[in-house]
């Protein structure tokens, strides 16, 4: 399985992104997939996942009520929905499928105040 992240670019605080998270081959033997970020200077962080079977989601308190994290089973595809983006959102994106080293490539992110 390989995993392709897009959809980052440059908005402005308070603006909204959609990030996609596309899934090349079966994920039916995985349990997850996470959103990941990494601002210059700073350790890479997990914001947010969504179990593949059923409902479960988690999202860090850093992003809480402004990100919203869903799944199209269809498309192999999980999203990250961003809102009210501040700069310190800035940052390289990542999704991973848990528990295994698969990463997306990463998508940047810049929220300018």
């Known amino acids: 399985v390989q995993l392709q992240a897009s959809g980052g670019g440059s908005v402005q605080a308070g603006g909204s992104l959609r990030l996609s998270c596309v899934a090349s081959?079966?994920?039916?033997?995985?349990?997850?997939i996470g959103w990941f970020r990494q601002a210059p200077g700073k350790e890479r962080e997990g914001i947010s996942s969504?179990?593949?079977?059923?409902?479960?989601?988690y999202y860090a308190d850093s992003v809480k009520g402004r990100f919203t994290i869903s799944r199209d089973n269809a498309k192999n595809t999980v999203y990250l929905q961003m809102s009210s983006l501040k700069p310190e959102d800035t940052a390289v994106y990542y999704c991973?499928?848990?528990?295994?080293?698969?990463w997306g490539q990463g998508t940047q992110v810049t929220v300018s105040s």
């Open positions: 081959g079966s994920t039916l033997d995985y349990d997850a």
């Open positions: 969504i179990s593949l079977s059923d409902d479960d989601t």
């Open positions: 991973r499928l848990r528990d295994t080293n698969v």
